[in-house]
């Protein structure tokens, strides 16, 4: 079992996702067809991919918290990584209606079952695609990440200053603790140069979204 999730949290993040939601479909929902192949801002992936990415992203979530409803540790997705991409690739594959209709079906059963989760299931934990065992109750916080950050990865003109203000900071603290983890003993501190930046900037360095000259790789998403 995960430690108690901290209920004020979940609840600010749920509120903030809700609101980062409806400026998702309100993008995609403006894009012309013809838009949806063109590439996004990550290598490989066009629109589509990224689309089709939040809706399985929102079903994943709904699937892990059903799972520790009933007292089991999920898996995000069927297949791990490799049926993650896969599942992504088909997603791609769909027409630009059928994206739009299923991302916007997915946020709101996910939303659902944020509403009618119980204690048990927000006190429980599932599995990435990775491998890495995530706590019920960050789930929130972690949608509201992907939302935030593909919408900027989708490359229609919405930039990181439409990232909010609450998920900013403490995806810094995230982020920072992240660095610290992965440097060496005496050298966990961020670089002066990455200080120097505005926030929105630092933290795109820090999740892979932002190359800066003099500062290696942040550790990414």
Partial sequence: MASTPDARFIDACVEGCAASHQALLA??????????SGPSLL??????????????????????LACAARGETGEQYEG?????????????????????????ASIYVLEGAWAGASAKAWSGTGTAASGTVL???DLPFLRWREVAVHLVDLDIG??????????VRHELERQKMAWAASRPMGL??????????????????????????????????
């Fill in 27 to 36: 993008a995609v929902d403006a894009m012309e067809e013809s838009a949806f």
């Fill in 43 to 64: 290598p490989g992936w066009t629109r589509a991919h990224v689309i089709g990415h939040l809706g399985l992203n929102a079903r994943s979530h709904v699937h892990l």
């Fill in 80 to 104: 791990g990584a490799a049926g993650r991409a896969a599942a992504i690739g088909a997603a791609a594959a769909r027409t630009a209606r059928e994206l739009v209709d299923e991302l916007r």
């Fill in 135 to 137: 706590s019920m109750g």
């Fill in 158 to 167: 919405i930039g990181r200053d439409s990232w909010p203000d609450l998920w």
């Fill in 188 to 221: 966990t501190l961020l670089p002066q140069r990455a200080l120097e930046l505005v926030e929105r900037d630092r933290l795109a360095w820090l999740i892979g979204r932002l190359d800066i000259d003099g500062l290696p790789a942040g550790p990414g998403l």
